[in-house]
Nanobody
């Protein structure tokens, strides 16, 4: 199993920046890729960004050019650097890992005030 703990969320003004972190523990050697999802109130959970063991990254169109996913070796930690934040980025952000079983963290809240 893999345990994931997110941190770094908070309240920020529009145009500001935040960096989310995700610490992984357990069977991290089995992780093939990791990513970030988000879920805003009343909306479905959406994929924000992913990164695999080769460093290949993928982003939702809504965050391209503003968010950057990265990871230190052995996935500790996984980061999501968020810049030029918009009110529509307000959501609970979840770290996820594929082994290929899917694991989720508890989430960290990001609130962007306009």
């Amino acid at each position: 199993q893999v345990q994931l703990v997110e941190s770094g969320g908070g309240l920020v003004q529009a145009g500001g920046s935040l960096r989310l972190s995700c610490s992984a523990s357990g069977c991290i050697f089995s992780i093939g890729s990791m990513g970030w999802y988000r879920q805003a109130p009343g909306k479905e959970r959406e994929l924000v960004a992913t990164i695999d063991t080769g460093g290949y990254t993928n982003y939702a169109d809504s965050v391209k050019g503003r968010f950057t996913i990265s990871s230190n070796p052995h996935w500790n930690p996984l980061y999501l650097q968020m810049k030029n934040l918009k009110s529509e980025d307000t959501a609970m952000y979840y770290c996820t890992a594929w082994t290929p079983l899917k694991y989720w963290g508890q989430g960290t809240q990001v609130t962007v005030s306009s």
